[in-house]
């Protein structure tokens, strides 16, 4: 097998990286071969992995400068509403 090192990864990409390998329950390195295998088309994406990307990326950047813990409170208020 041959060796590839990446240099100047940005820390945002970076940790993107870490957040998506550790979801998949995968290493970085093991991350980033399985993407790079299917966006090259080596490799083809299980049926669940194609649909929970698109669910992912349609979800991508929701929460972003959201307060969570409001938006739990407001749910939970609202679910305390429609069921009464």
Known sequence: ?????????DEQLAALLQERAAAA???????VLDTLRQHLGLEKATVQEQRL???V???AGLL?????????????AHLEEKYR
């Open 53 to 55: 990307t698109g669910v």
């Open 25 to 31: 329950r995968k290493s970085v390195s093991q991350f």
């Open 1 to 9: 097998m041959a060796s590839l090192s990446i240099q100047s990864i």
């Open 57 to 59: 990326g349609e979800l």
């Open 64 to 76: 972003k400068d959201r307060d969570v813990d409001e938006s739990r409170s407001a749910y939970a």
